[in-house]
């Protein structure tokens, strides 16, 4: 059985640091993209980070230069690593694996940027 799950949500000021963790099982997790996306009240859920099974990265615009996405292989770990945050980054966060046609999401965890 396939699980992914994030942890690391939670209530923080504007310009604060965050950082969000996605723990995987029941799959080769090396051989995997990775991603986040994000859903705000009101709003469709959107993209916000990739890490590639190569290591290779790429980030929405909204985020870039603020938000690190890494990975750990031999841990089945993905890190969010967030900072300068603002208001407009509270949402739900989620954490997505995906090789070829094989899809799994987690259950979101919220993050709330307060002003």
């Known amino acids: 059985q396939v699980q992914v799950v994030e942890s690391g949500g939670g209530l923080v000021q504007a310009g604060g640091s965050l950082s969000l963790s996605c723990a995987t099982s029941?799959?080769?997790?090396?051989?995997?993209?990775m991603r986040w996306h994000r859903q705000a009240p009101g709003k469709e859920r959107e993209f916000v980070a990739i890490?590639?099974?190569?290591?290779?990265?790429g980030y929405a615009d909204s985020v870039k230069g603020r938000f690190t996405i890494s990975r750990d292989n031999p841990k089945n770990l993905v890190t969010l690593q967030m900072m300068s945050l603002k208001p407009e980054d509270t949402a739900v966060y989620y954490c997505?694996?995906?090789?070829?046609?094989?899809?799994?999401w987690g259950q979101g965890t919220q993050v709330t940027v307060s002003s």
């Open positions: 890490i590639f099974s190569s290591g290779d990265t």
């Open positions: 997505s694996a995906m090789l070829n046609s094989q899809l799994y």
């Open positions: 029941g799959i080769v997790f090396s051989n995997f993209h």
